[in-house]
């Protein structure tokens, strides 16, 4: 291990650990916003504003993370853009959350029974005050487990973004590796550290979910 202790190994990795956190949660919280506005388009009455909202999330669902990545770094950059490494990996992570939240969410809002909808109109309300009084509260409950659960993807997805080296807790992990010549030790503690962070969220998922089954049958 050279010079290098255990704790200087941990100290290491605890810092790209720090920016894997705060990627995933403006990642989520970004994305959760776009997701929304997508949502809303992608149910919407209007036909247009449904066609863009598919076709962005067919082109975001339908390529690669690492693709999207690329083209933030390196494509802006070919036209004179300077985009530093943590911005286009916030770009990137956004735009690929927004498009699988969207769906998840769209899933949940066409999950509302159909008479609910008959129901509120029947009570003359209009369009948003269906969504907003009505659909939306039902279909934000069935959202909650599928969308914690997500976050675990988005977690593990901010691994890619060392490609284009950004700091997170892979690219800490490579860094460590080669300066302790410890590549097996350094990658086992990189594994430990998705795992501590990932598997509290799924199990918060799993029980969420049995909770919420659980309350619709009472």
């Known amino acids: 291990m050279g010079g290098f202790t255990l704790w200087d190994i941990v100290h ?11 990627l995933a949660l403006v990642a989520f919280l970004l994305g959760g916003a776009v997701g929304l506005l997508l949502l809303f388009m992608r149910v919407s009455r209007v036909a247009f ?22 083209i ?6 070919l036209w004179g853009i ?11 992570l956004t735009l690929f959350t927004s498009a699988f939240l969207s769906e998840i969410w769209r899933g949940c809002v066409e999950a509302v029974p159909r008479g609910q909808w008959e129901a509120s109109s029947a009570l003359a309300l209009t369009y948003s005050q269906q969504m907003w009084r009505v659909v939306m509260p ?33 690219r800490m992990g490579g860094m460590v590796a080669n300066a302790t010549y410890q590549p097996f030790l350094v990658y086992s503690m ?3 550290g998705y795992f501590l962070l990932c598997y509290p969220l799924s199990l918060f998922s799993r029980r ?8 619709r049958h009472h």
């Not at 598919?54 to 993370?65: C, N």
């Open 82 to 92: 300077d985009v530093p490494p943590w911005l286009a990996a916030a770009v990137a």
């Open 138 to 170: 039902q279909a934000a409950r069935l959202a909650i487990a599928p969308t914690v659960g997500f976050s675990v993807q988005v977690v593990k997805a901010t691994a890619v973004t060392s490609i284009i080296g950004f700091s997170e807790l892979t």
């Open 12 to 22: 290491g990795l605890l810092l790209g650990l720090r920016w894997t956190v705060l």
């Open 49 to 70: 504003a449904r066609r863009v909202s598919k076709a962005y999330i067919e082109v975001f669902q339908g390529t690669p993370l690492l693709m999207q990545l690329f």
């Open 72 to 77: 933030v770094f390196f494509g802006l950059a």
């Open 190 to 192: 990189v594994a430990v």
């Open 208 to 215: 969420l979910e049995r909770n919420l089954h659980a309350a």
